[in-house]
């Protein structure tokens, strides 16, 4: 009764803190680290398309995109013609489809097909999107050419399609060519390299281009009998498509010819804001204090648990003009020594070289608006990070340079990430700087210790 009389004085949640030594007990903190941050202008990009952008587009904030296109297109299959036939080639065409446009759909553009002449691309290679087109033609074969707007193609189902008609040069090579040219995907890549496409007009309107199909209509003809005997000559219409699919390579080129001017305007601004976007135009640095983090969160006596790590990006404005660019609705964070191996190889993330952000919004209850912003969970990185510094008993470097770069996501049925590739399409997000008086980048942490 005496033992059971002592014990009742003793609440029975705190026992546990209390037979552990002041020492051991679990601590739990929190701090917040500025991050710095600056403009970072993009050379080019590694991309492996499934659309393409064409034509030129000048938006005030981010400045011009021009895009163009050089594409393989892949051989039929070998057609087995009757013997005895008499071939009669009739025309070729260069289909353009697109669901999409972008910018203005009464905007004049002219569109101008040149035979890549020179060189053609290595089907394994990864090729930058800011090639020279004088690489692969030297724009002597002119195909064919056609001033259009983005409401002048003819519908086709839920498409649109530009329909260019080549040259007659063209179609009497190809219709003469050898037919030991289908044999092989080398032998038809040496006769016909692809084609290069491109605008020399216009500044309003980038079509969204989802295939491209080079098609040759022709015709033959054979003697034969008809139902009733009679002996009679039989014609038949046929065509032959071309597609510029995966099974070949396709660059989309892309160029920005004032971006220095886009720069300056950032630079010039009173609230450090930076644009993010694409294609391959202006993305942004970010500098995480890996160093300062390391000293401030560990302690040789005690072990660390890193529960939460978030680095906020917030938007910073909001284009609500007609012509604006769509918000980029995926942003990923990728070290800036991996940029490029990441996409040539095509990486998925690790949470150790690159992660994606999460796109949300929350009620501001100061202003009684809503607040946009991106969200990167940073807590496996910073965690391998100290733990290898730790191992190795080497001095973490002062800051971790990373990236932010506008991507598309494909996500399987179990919400796991399958495929990351660059944002090709016009995308652009504003977000606020690390020195940003009123929503400045930060890092926050919550993490424990026993």
Do not use: W
Request: proline share 5%; glycine share 4%.
């Amino acid at each position: 009764m005496l033992l059971l009389s002592a014990c009742s004085d003793i609440n029975v949640s705190d026992m546990g803190s209390q037979l552990l030594p002041t020492g051991d007990q679990i601590t739990v903190s929190s701090e917040t680290f500025t991050v710095q941050s600056e403009d970072y202008i993009v050379p080019s990009i590694y991309a492996y398309p499934d659309s393409f952008l064409l034509g030129t587009f000048y938006d005030e904030k981010y400045g011009t995109t021009h895009a163009d296109i050089l594409a393989q297109v892949e051989k039929p299959a070998q057609y087995i013609y009757p013997e005895n036939v008499s071939i009669t080639p009739d025309s070729v065409y260069l289909l353009l489809y697109y669901k999409q446009y972008f910018g203005d759909r009464y905007s004049p553009m002219h569109i101008s097909v040149y035979e890549m002449n020179k060189a053609t691309f290595n089907y394994t290679q990864a090729y930058p999107s800011n090639l020279n087109p004088s690489d692969y033609t030297d724009k002597s074969l002119l195909l064919g050419q056609k001033t259009i707007t983005a409401v002048d193609a003819s519908g086709e189902g839920d498409s649109t399609v530009v329909a260019i008609k080549l040259s007659n040069e063209f179609l009497q090579r190809f219709s003469k060519a050898s037919p030991d040219i289908y044999e092989d995907e080398a032998k038809f890549l040496d006769f016909f390299k692809g084609l290069y496409i491109t605008t020399d007009f216009g500044s309003a309107t980038m079509l969204y281009l989802k295939q491209i199909d080079l098609e040759y209509f022709h015709h033959y003809t054979y003697s034969g009998k008809s139902t009733s005997g009679q002996d009679s000559t039989i014609t038949v219409n046929n065509v032959f498509t071309f597609p510029a699919n995966q099974s070949v390579r396709q660059v989309n080129r892309f160029l920005h010819p004032d971006i220095e001017n886009v720069k300056a305007s950032l630079q010039a601004k009173t609230k450090q804001v930076h644009y993010i976007s694409s294609p391959a135009n202006i993305f942004t640095k970010v500098r995480l204090p890996i160093r300062s983090m390391h000293s401030t969160m560990e302690s040789a006596d005690k072990r660390l648990s890193i529960n939460s790590a978030k680095l906020r990006l917030d938007m910073g404005e909001i284009d609500t003009n007609n012509f604006s660019m769509p918000i980029s609705s995926s942003l990923l964070l990728v070290r800036q020594n991996a940029v490029d191996r990441f996409f040539a190889k095509k990486e998925l993330p690790s949470d150790t070289v690159a992660i994606v952000g999460t796109y949300s919004y929350e009620l501001n209850p100061t202003t009684n608006e809503y607040d946009f912003y991106y969200e990167f969970d940073l807590a496996r990185y910073i965690a391998n990070e100290f733990k290898q510094a730790n191992l190795l008993n080497t001095v973490l470097p002062e800051y971790a340079d990373f990236v932010v770069v506008p991507v598309r996501v494909t996500t399987n049925s179990s919400n796991y990430v399958t495929k990351v590739k660059h944002q090709i399409l016009m995308n652009a997000v504003t977000i606020c700087g690390g020195q940003h008086p009123d929503k400045p980048m930060k890092i926050r942490t919550i993490f424990s210790k026993f």
